[in-house]
């Protein structure tokens, strides 16, 4: 028998830009921090680095689900508005340096906690030279709470949401770069609740079909039974996941995607 997912929650940032097209920063903007963020409806709003960085409620229904991210995405736009600017629907941007270095030591500083890679069971290293260039990437993460919390159980969600969630909106991501620095295949940071699974960018936040696609795959990674994920995992190996969504293999994703949906699990 599978374990059951609880509640899904997510995190994810937002480029901003000036409604000329110009690409700025939202330092002083939100005025919430990690430490401290900015609670509001369904959820909170906070800064990071020169991000507008949004955090839903858990939900336990896919009703729920997209209708708080929807609420807080309306609820960032509006705070945005009054300082004459808008969210960005893109992944990553480059700045010049010079930009970062005059917004001050928030800009500079990169403060995510360390997060590990499920097939390796090792610490992700980050490059920094992409940062130093000026690259600020936005990723779109997964809270999966679990009634059953076990590291077992952390790792399985997180291969299976590899396959049928991170797959899955590639096809619907034009970004090819984010992964030069964040959100490489099993991504994933241990939770007192479950697992929080870090390989996707913002894009799936884009509309109400994708957010609901994500829903359903996290409750299908979490809730199927040892004999599903097995043939999950024989679909496409764990070798193969990493290369697909690394080297971005859209042919391969594609026929992945559609061997999962012949099977019915997406």
């Known amino acids: 028998m599978g374990n059951k997912m609880l509640s899904i929650g997510s995190d994810w940032e937002r480029l901003v830009k000036t409604p000329e097209g110009e690409f700025t920063s939202a330092i002083g ?109 936005s990723g779109g993460h997964v809270h999966i709470a679990l009634e059953n919390v076990t590291d077992m159980t952390r790792q399985c969600t997180v291969r299976v949401f590899d396959r049928l969630g991170v797959m899955r909106q590639m096809l619907n991501d034009p970004d090819r770069v984010r992964r030069k620095l964040y959100g490489k295949a099993g991504s994933f940071r241990p939770k007192p609740y479950g697992v929080e699974c870090r390989a996707l960018s913002n894009a799936w936040i884009n509309s109400e079909e994708t957010i609901g696609q994500v829903y359903d795959a996290a409750k299908t990674s979490a809730e199927s039974g040892e004999e599903i994920i097995l043939d999950i995992m024989n679909i496409v190996s764990d070798d193969e996941t990493q290369r697909i969504i690394n080297e971005y293999d859209m042919g391969a994703a594609e026929n992945a995607v559609t061997a999962f949906e012949n099977r019915g699990y997406i």
């Open 29 to 137: 903007v939100i005025g919430g921090s990690k430490e401290q963020p900015l609670w509001v409806e369904n959820g909170n709003l906070q800064e990071d680095n020169v991000l507008a960085e949004a955090a839903c409620n858990p939900s336990n229904s896919k009703e729920d689900f997209i209708s708080n991210i929807l609420s807080l995405e309306k609820q960032m736009s509006k705070v945005l508005h009054e300082h004459n600017l808008i969210p960005a629907k893109r992944s990553h941007y480059y700045y010049s340096p010079k930009s970062l270095y005059l917004w001050g030591e928030q800009a500079l500083t990169l403060g995510c906690d360390p997060d590990f890679c499920v097939y390796t069971m090792t610490q992700n290293e980050i490059d920094t030279t992409e940062s130093e260039n000026g690259m600020r990437s």
